[in-house]
């Protein structure tokens, strides 16, 4: 399988986790930002990352794609056949791609994308209100149903949820300049559970690398 895009961006990262998870083997192709390859405008209506292309079929949007995936390579299940188990695995995903993505979207373009790979200043005033204002009462949110060590956010094994959720995390974190993570601690142990996993920690150990400042 191709997969398109890059796993600084948290929808390719989320999609990644899924193949490794799920032990599916895959080439990541990115070329530098706004040049597309043909094969990933044929695959990506939007020009947007991720799009896969899996043995000819080609789809966009990582949740598209989650939901693909587990139904075409069901071992393990990431989104629970069960009606509520399913239903909760699906608003957690909604909730990471939209209002988690919203607030860290602000830190990790105006402090990242825009100067280290548009040439560019950030707004860093936009990026600071989405980390002092925004993030906060997310954080306080997910503070309040975490599960405990070892647990997920959905019944009693790695869905969907927990893939989604974490994968934005990680551009909390690349981005972060004033969060105080002791202040939400179930949350970051949580976090820190998930993102441990094979299916998370060599992308993010590449992105870090990737980003590190020059000697
Ligand atoms: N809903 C889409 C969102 C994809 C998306 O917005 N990707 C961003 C990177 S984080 C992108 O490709 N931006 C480039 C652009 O908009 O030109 C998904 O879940 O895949």
């Not at 995936?69 to 939209?98: C, N």
């Not at 280290?116 to 925004?134: H, I, S, T, V, Y």
């Not at 869905?159 to 969060?179: C, E, G, P, Y």
Request: with cysteine.
């Amino acid at each position: 399988m191709i997969i398109y895009g890059s796993t600084l961006s948290p929808f390719v990262r989320k999609v990644v986790a899924i193949c490794v998870e799920k032990e599916l083997p895959f080439n990541l192709e990115f070329g530098a930002l706004g040049n597309h390859s043909p094969g990933f405008i044929a695959a990506s209506p939007l020009k947007k990352m991720p799009a896969i292309d899996d043995n000819g079929f080609m789809l966009a949007d990582s949740s598209a794609i989650a939901h693909y995936l587990d139904a075409q390579y069901p071992v393990p299940q990431l989104i629970p056949s069960d009606p509520q188990l399913r239903g909760k695995t699906i608003w957690f995903d909604e909730f990471a791609d939209t209002v988690l993505m919203v607030c860290g979207g602000k830190m990790f373009f105006n402090r990242i994308v825009a100067p280290r790979f548009m040439g560019r200043e950030g707004d860093e005033a936009a990026a600071d209100a989405a980390e002092c204002e925004e993030l906060p009462p997310l954080l306080t949110y997910l503070e309040g149903l975490v599960p405990g060590p070892g647990g997920y956010l959905v019944g009693k094994s790695l869905t969907l949820a927990d893939i989604s959720v974490a994968s934005v995390f990680v551009n909390f974190r690349h981005a972060a300049r004033s969060t105080d993570e002791s202040r939400h601690p179930r949350t970051f142990a949580y976090i820190d559970s998930i993102l441990e996993r094979p299916s998370f920690a060599e992308s993010v150990r590449r992105e870090q690398a990737m980003l590190a400042p020059a000697e």
